[in-house]
């Protein structure tokens, strides 16, 4: 028994029997299922989050990880009085990463269950149609995840508040230490569709910028499982660093290619976001690189912290990653919103959460993050940082800097964000 | 016959006044729209699937089309969405006419394959253009517009939206209808029951193959155009061999030889599927997963096929 | 003018030479016939004939015109229909249905998808003369898989009736048949053939039947014309009755 | 020029894992009359069950030991739900039936093992390249190829030489006539579904070792294996085979030169596979028709 060392909870190995197959599937069956309210002040409706994200398919990992943070959440809200004294209920959709199904439910939460704000998103194309559904339906909506610039750029709209990172952000924080600590002939590795394309834009204008020497890039299909191709191209290369601008499956595919060629040990790997869901993933000797985390769980002299990952560990029989942060701060931040606004109307709350502060118990990390007013971004810290591959779940990170969102972000006027209300 | 003219009256009755009961049943009716919309696809495909005997697992490209059609004609050409539905069941028309000839020489497994790499080219390329069809992201920017009659302006919320897609449904319908009641639809029927015997009286198997396909594919076009509407937005995902495979268990589950097989199936299986992924957002592939197998085990006629049986029987 | 003509016809399955040189010729308003013992090739005879697969070589003419080049539903709208050994019907269709697939495709509207009223009762009124011709008024409105297989096989001549044809290829049309069955059949071929002048050209094994009733007999055997004639000439034929007669007695 | 030929090399390792599911699914198609769609999800589970068994019994035991269980799995599902179809001539039963099967399976692995996915490790003496020069050369790619190398040719040893094996030939070209002969035909039935589950497993865990081991690995496979078996023809194992290198080939080139079209090749090349040879390369006239 060697690495039953608390892999993420379906992980972990025991006996397969009948009757745990069966537990299993019946307790996530139950887990799955949003508690009813039970007794909330006399008579009062809940306020209801409808939360969409991906339970099934590629994302799936990612999305249940919101969703857990946001439960946390409610029950800490609820315990606390809810919100403006009524309780929190969050009915949560699965959107299999599919663009279609993801409007589909978002619609059907407004319409049939009448919620009074959404939430959640992994991937950027699905926040984004979101934030497009939202904006037509009136209603509130943060993008927990999905990082794409022009949702809080081009595409910004008075409805949406994202809390996760942009593109940029990530690029910039990525960029900023590759820079300092490796050489400046880099090779890129893109995914074609928008997430992969605003990072390289991103990356290889702040290398230009650094008068490093762009010495190519792979663009290949979104989930793509072969990377020989193009590992033999930037092999031929000799890159100092390799950045990969891969996410889920494919980041997974990709190192385990690049490991098992040998290339990990002639070139520094460099990746604008890095999660520990995946981490977990990868067989230890692939486990290398550089890259951004967007919440660590391991910050000693952050108050709160350690509370926050004890219950988390607790309840979930995990460690909090990133997205169950991003989940938690994203259902919190409805509430401290509708605090500020003495209202759950949507533009009052709107205007109220511009600029909204998340208090340190909430932000979990220094800087305190807050929503900008001019393109509804919130700016979080970066964790930069190297993959430990010598240690063990969880501790599969290394953190060398954190930098402070609002140093990073573009201005909204560069983002191209223009936010108008309606009248 | 006289049976037949009581169970349209009842579906037409009960699809006319849908506003009125669902909601009573816990309902909403953008899913009586969702399901109006899958049965319309559906009930195309059976007309190749169930009438024609042509097992075709790549309807989803038609109907794919048909929503990129009305998004992109939407997005840069006009602002009357009726206009914009006809666009888009064009286009999924004229790509099946101009498929056909590919795929009218096939049969069983072979024409599904084929329609399989038609679908799926379709699905790559919408997934791979970004610049003109948004790529992975899908097409949205577009939405559905009011409808301007000469005396009055209509929004398409959620209820007229629904009788704006049984308008058309309808229209689909009643084309389908009457063309199984022709001799187009007997040539067809013809076809699926003994190609051999088709061929060695005249009928030239192939051509009304392709005029079979071509007309499923303008239906799925049609259906298609009031998906994208019905999201004001479109992907990929639409054309995938998946969606392609759900339609054809639509059309099995609820019936293959029945006209009303299709929107029974699409009621069930759209209704499940949103039921049922409410409550388990996990697991609810398993129900799908099941509903397949009881389906296909114990009702390999269809639910109609089942009610049509007790009735010969009683 | 010859309604049928075949010259130097030959037909390969790979090495396998199914006919050989095949002559034949046949004058409208015959009833002939075609024997010879299992895997002689008169099946392959009658596919060739009707276009199911092409000639390796050799010349055929229907009507005056050479066939050879043209697809099996075009030689239907020709004139050249037929049946097959195993019946070829619409299995889960009523016999009105079957036999209006037949009509439809002979009324040249099989592709009409808004009849008018007045066609349709144009067809339905020329199914229900078919349907008396043959003896089916009956039975027409049940579905044909629940018949009597004598009952099929008239559906299936019935059809092959509906689209009024010069040249009715009849392949074995009492296989399986019961004795009352088989008189039926024959009546229906001796009725069609007189009455109608109906030009028929069918493939038998029942020598009784095909000796009492064809104008004219082609034996195969081994895939080459082994006689030709009348009934008497070809019963007189030492190489018949050596090859065939003899066997099947 | 030399780029060309690497990528070709690697399309054809990609090709003969293609093969390798080709031929499990062509065994069942032909001889089970069933178009098995939960052939992937065969795969993933024996990858899983490697994967599982591997701490406790090692890589090299459960490199086996997965593929039998899946193959075991076969047998309960033939016995259970896939029987039940054969009396149908509908393909489209059978097709419905295991959609339905792998759906569960998704939902069952993810269940058990987690969404995210496993970090399946390789013995380390494969997982490095043998050569700098053609460093895309690894130990691990080697013995994926040896491996799948054997096991086609185990199988068609299997096929030829052993008494069983002559009758599943028998079977895949006359069944009826087999089963006159007094051969137990639902045994036959059987257990060539178990080994054709039993070879997607195998190629599972080969897989497991380059890509992410996840529950929906089997999806992105499951298309390209039909893809394969059509081409190559169906009713002819070895025409998949040749369908699986064929395509896996096509697609190692196009991602050399135009990688947006690397998974749309497959379907192209099926599309006029099937337009110029109605049967695909190798296949037999009136199966599925």
Known sequence: ?423 | MSRRVYVNGAVWLLLLTAAWWLPLIGGYMALASRVLVYALAAMGLNLLLGFTGCMSFGEAAYFGLGGYGTGLFLTHLTHSTVLAVVAGTIVGGIAAFIFGPLVMRRRGIYFAMITVAIGQIFYFIAERWNSFTGGEDGLSGFSRQPLHFGFATVPLNAVAFYYFVLFFFAIGAGVIALLLHSPLGHTFVAIRENRRRAQFLGIHVERYVWASFAIAGLIAGLAGALNALQNNFISPINLYWVESGNLVIMAVLGGMRSFWGPLVGAIIFVGIQDYVSSYFPNNWETFIGGLFIIAVMFFPNGILGIIRQRAKAA | MSLLRLTDVSRAFGKLLALQHVELEMEEGKLYAVIGPNGAGKTTLFNLISGFFPATSGEIWFDGMRINRIDAARRVALGLVRTFQITEIFPELTVFENVRIGVEAEARCSARPWPSRGLLRQIGDRVDELLDTTGLTAQAGRTVSELAHGDQRVVEVTMALSRRPKLLLLDEPTAGMGQEETAHMVTLIRDLHARQRQSILFIEHDMDLVFGIADRITVLNYGKVLAAGTPQEVAADPLVQAAYLGEAA | MELLLFDGFNGLIQGAFYALMALGLSLIISLNSVINFAHGGFMVVGAYLAFTLAPYIGFWPALFAGPILAGILGILVERTLVRSMYGRSDPIYSLLLTFGFALIIEDVVRTIWGAQGVPFEIPAALGSPVSTTYFFLTGYRLFVIAAIGLATIALFAFLRLSRFGIRIRAGILDLETVSALGVNVYLLRSVNFAIGTLLAGFAGVLAAGVLQLAPTMGDDVIMATFVAVVVGGIGSLFGSVLGGLLIGLAAGITTAYYPAASDVVIYVIMAVVLIVRPRGLLGQEGLFE
């Open chain 1, 1 to 423: 028994m060697t690495d039953s060392d608390g892999l993420p909870a379906g992980a972990a190995k025991r006996p397969i029997t009948r009757r745990s197959v069966l537990a299993s599937s019946l307790a996530a069956g139950v887990a799955a299922t949003v508690s009813p309210p039970i007794i909330s002040a006399l008579g009062e409706a809940p306020v209801k989050l409808g939360w969409i994200d991906p339970f099934t398919g590629t994302y799936a990992a990612l999305g249940t990880s919101q969703l857990n943070g946001a439960k946390m959440a409610m029950a800490e809200i609820n315990k606390k009085g809810g919100i403006l004294g009524r309780q929190l209920q969050i009915i949560a959709e699965d959107s299999a990463a599919n663009v279609g199904q993801a409007t589909e439910k978002l619609n059907k939460l407004v319409d049939q269950d009448k919620v009074d704000f959404t939430a959640g998103g992994v991937s950027s194309a699905e926040a984004a149609a979101m934030s497009h559904a939202a904006n037509l339906k009136s209603m509130l909506y943060i993008a927990v995840g999905g990082h794409v610039d022009t949702i809080t750029g081009t595409d910004c709209h008075w409805n949406t508040f994202k809390l996760c990172s942009d593109t940029w952000m990530l690029s910039e924080a990525l960029c900023a230490t590759l820079l300092k600590k490796f050489g400046k002939r880099w090779y890129f590795c893109t995914p074609d569709y928008a997430w992969g394309h605003f990072l390289y834009k991103g990356a290889s204008e702040i290398l230009a910028q650094a008068k490093g020497t762009n010495l190519g890039n792979a663009v290949l299909p979104l989930g793509a499982t072969d990377f020989t191709s193009a590992l033999i191209k930037v092999q031929q290369a000799k890159p100092d660093v390799f950045v990969v601008f891969q996410s889920g499956d494919d980041f997974v595919n990709l190192m385990k290619q690049a490991t098992q060629f040998g290339m990990t040990k002639t070139m520094a790997f460099g990746s604008p976001l890095l999660e520990l869901e995946p981490l977990a993933a990868l067989p230890v000797e692939a486990r290398t690189g550089w890259g951004v985390m967007e919440w660590w769980w391991d910050q000693p002299n952050q108050p709160h912290v350690k509370e926050f990952v004890a219950s988390y560990r607790k309840l979930y029989k995990a460690t909090p990653s990133g997205r169950s942060w991003l989940g938690y701060a994203a259902a919190h931040s409805f509430a401290l919103g509708a605090a500020r606004a003495k209202s759950i109307q949507a533009a009052k709350m709107a205007h109220a959460m511009e600029g909204m502060k998340l208090p340190p118990e909430v932000a979990l990390e220094p800087d305190g993050p807050y929503y900008r007013a001019g393109d509804h971004q919130c700016m979080i810290t970066e964790f930069v940082g190297e993959v430990n591959q010598k240690g063990k779940y969880p501790n599969l990170f290394t953190v060398s800097e954190e930098l402070g969102g609002a140093k990073l972000a573009k201005s909204p006027a560069e983002k191209g964000c223009k936010l108008s209300y309606p009248a």
